[in-house]
Each structure stands twice: as C-alpha cells, then as structure tokens.
C-alpha cells in the first residue's frame, strides 16, 4: 500500500504494489503489480511515469510471451492460455484449462519420450550384426506401435473436439411455415430471422452463435423443403439440404396445426432417432397432425407464441452434450496440434512400413523417428520460427 507519484512528483493517487519474485511468478521474472483507482487519467498518469522511469509498453501477449520465454509454459499451454480467455462455452473451457494444466503437453511429453527411447534402441541396434536384428526389433515395433496409437488416439479427437468447440451445429428445417424461423428467434431470444405468414419467406441460411445451457451452438435457419419450380426457393432448399448434411443435431419443424402430409416421409429419411427432434410447433391451435405409427423421433411440442416447449428443447441440447461426454482435458481444437500429430503418425507408419532385417532399413527407420521428435518438439515450441511465435501471441490482447 502506498502513494503514487507523478512525474513531477506530484501525488496521483494511493494504491497497491503487488511483488512477484522470480523464478515463481507467472512470466519466472521479477514482477511488480500496481492497482490504482479504476479512472482512465490516473492509469494513464501512472503509466506515463513508469515509461519515465524506463518501463517499455507491453505488447500482445507480453506476458506470457516471457513466461513461454523463461520456460514457464510451452507453446500448446501458450495457446490454452487465449482459448481459456477465448472459450465460448462449458467444454472449451475445461478442455483449454486440461491443456493449460498440461495435459496435452503430457501427452505429447509422453511421446517423445517413448520414441526417444525407441531411437535409442535402433542406434544400439546398429552396431548388431544382421543376424541378430529380427530378434531384437521386436521390441522396437512394440514401441512404434504404442506411439502410434497414443497419436492416433490425440488425432482422433479432433473433429469432435474442434466441433464443440466452434460450437455444435443445430439446423432448423422443415416444410414451410411451420415456425422454423420464429422457432431460431426465440432461441435465441433476438429478432434476428424475418417471420411472416406467407410461405417461403426465409430463402438464405440464416446463422448465428447462441449460448444455451452453459453451452455455444451454431444455430442456422433455412428454407422451408418443399417441391417447387420457382429457381429461388429451390437454391434456398439446395442450401438448407447441404445445412442439413452437416448438422450435429436438426430440429425438423413441423406445424402441429395442419395434417400431416405424406410428403414429410422423404423428408424424415434424412434424420436420425437419436441425434434429432421433431419439433411439433403452434401448439398453441388445435392440434391438427396425427403422427404416423412406430413414430422413432424424440418429439417435443412447441408454441413460439407462449414460449411453451423452448425449454424442453433446451434441456434436450443440455443433455446432448452431456452425452457427448466432458473433455477428458486432451481434445484437440487447433489446426497445428492436429496437423503436428498428423505428422508424427505419418513418420511412425513410414517407420513401421520398413521391412526389418537389414541395417540400411533400420537406418531409414531411425530418420523417421527424428522426424517424429522434430515434430513433437516444434509442438512443445522448441525450434518454433519466430513467425509461428508471432502468429500465436497475435490471438492475445495486450498485456496478458
Ligand atoms: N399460432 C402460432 N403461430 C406461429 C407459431 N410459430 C410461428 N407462427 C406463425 O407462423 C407463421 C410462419 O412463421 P415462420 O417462423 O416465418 O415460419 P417458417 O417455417 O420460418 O417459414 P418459411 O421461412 O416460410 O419456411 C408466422 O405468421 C408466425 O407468426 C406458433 O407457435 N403458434
Ligand atoms: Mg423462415
């Protein structure tokens, strides 16, 4: 606690210096922290002082720039620090701070050290006579096997990882009018979609991010599917089908007012039991539709009007995701993550495709494992171009 003065010194304001010693503070330097009243000229006057004084602006990411720097975090921790600050929702958040705890580092950690383990062997390897080798590689292979399988295991989850992360896709379709748009409105408790009685109104996709029940969606509106010659609303219908082809989940609308008409059935074949619902809208009329018999579809009545019915599809959407299971901490979200393991497989199936029993074999087998290091380094940050460094500290504000 004490008085900050300025650079004539002349009284500030009074405040709190916070001090961090190396090597345990965030960045591993000495830190000093300053909280001063929240108003914009005295931070500016503090600031100005400290820049007087010798304190150089910081710039993105500056902090933990100098904590990757000192050794303090590397890179794939580096990059959970903005997706922490960045997630949109419930899972990216407990996936970033698995990451950021390290776990994907221990991963990636555990790697590199059972294929340094492996090239060790190969290099005592070399020194054997042929005769020898077929006995001995088998113990290699085991290793390699057991890489690739970790990798492919850290590979695997990354389109479902990064699905949930950009936020699941929920596509709202059915025939026209059935409330498709207002349905997309109250959802996500904006005006956002135009909604009129005529037929055929919404003709675009119409997309937007909604937070709901602690989670990040990507919610899109389409054209009503119905036959049609007009070439409007059939490029409408072509878009909500190629929607409709990448959904994670579809609420197939339909207006519980009218009867049901056969048409709906071609329509029904693109969804799936235990993905989907039927949301059966304008509950609020007298019910009109009678649902065909060995009805498979999870069904859930509506009223745009009342509200009645959103929370029921909410709570559908909550448990969904539940199912999908919590970040177990080692999803990958991120291109270079993917593309890095990628490639650390790639170089283990060379290695395991090379036919044993010969020493120049074992000495391309031995290249690729280096490759298979050099890559997992390059995740871990080491050897990293300054290019890539800049690339990543952009993501973060000033500061941080
Ligand atoms: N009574 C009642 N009317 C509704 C309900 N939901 C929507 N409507 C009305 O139904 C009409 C069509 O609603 P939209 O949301 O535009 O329907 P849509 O499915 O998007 O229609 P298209 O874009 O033309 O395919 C509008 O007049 C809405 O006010 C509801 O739950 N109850
Ligand atoms: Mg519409």
């Not at 197939?252 to 056969?262: E, H, K, M, N, T």
């Not at 650390?344 to 087998?365: F, K, M, T, W």
Request: contains cysteine; glycine residues 10%; proline residues 3%.
């Amino acid at each position: 606690m004490g008085i900050f003065l300025g650079e004539y010194g002349q009284e500030i304001d009074h405040g709190l210096a916070w001090v961090f010693a190396r090597p345990n503070s965030y960045t591993g330097e000495d830190v000093v922290e300053l909280s001063c009243h929240g108003n914009a000229i005295i931070l500016e006057a503090v600031v100005r002082t400290a820049i007087c004084h010798g304190a150089v602006m910081a710039g993105h990411g500056e902090f933990t720039r100098r904590a990757f720097l000192n050794g303090k975090l590397d890179l794939m921790q580096v990059e959970a620090v903005v997706d922490l600050i960045q997630a949109g929702g419930q899972f990216s958040l407990e996936n970033a701070y698995g990451h950021l705890k390290g776990s994907l580092s221990t991963a990636v950690g555990g790697l590199k050290d059972t294929l340094l383990k492996v090239l060790a062997q190969v290099e005592v390897l070399l020194d054997f006579s042929e005769e020898d080798l077929h006995v001995d590689l088998r113990q290699v292979t085991v290793g390699l096997e057991s890489a690739l399988a970790q990798s492919r295991q850290l590979t695997d989850s990354f389109t479902g990882s990064s699905r949930r992360h950009e936020g699941l896709a929920i596509v709202i379709v059915g025939p026209p009018n059935a409330g498709k748009s207002s349905l997309f409105n109250a959802l996500l408790k904006e005006n956002r979609a135009i909604v009129s009685p005529t037929p055929g109104t919404t003709r675009d996709l119409v997309e937007a991010r909604v937070f709901v029940g602690g989670e990040l969606y990507r919610l899109v509106d389409t054209a009503g599917l119905h036959a049609t010659t007009d070439p409007l609303e059939s490029e409408g219908i072509s878009r909500a089908l190629t929607a409709l082809g990448a959904a994670d989940t579809v609420f197939f609308v339909l207006d519980a007012s009218v009867p049901w008409a056969d048409e709906y059935f071609a329509l029904l074949d693109s969804l799936r039991p235990n993905r989907d619902v039927v949301v059966l809208n304008k509950a609020d009329l007298p019910k009109g539709i009678l649902l065909p018999s060995d009805w498979p579809f999870r069904t859930v009545e509506t009223s745009t009007i009342s509200g009645f019915g959103t929370m029921q599809l909410i709570e559908f959407l909550r448990l969904r995701n539940r199912k999908l299971g919590q970040s177990e901490g080692i999803g990958l979200t991120r291109l270079r993550h993917y593309n890095g393991l990628v490639e650390v497989g790639q170089c283990l199936q060379r290695a395991l495709d090379h036919p044993s029993g010969a020493i120049y074999n074992l000495e391309c087998l031995a290249d690729d494992l280096r490759s298979a290091l050099e890559a997992l380094a390059l995740l871990q940050g080491v050897n990293v171009s300054e290019e890539t460094l800049d690339l990543i500290f952009a993501e973060f504000c000033i500061g941080k």
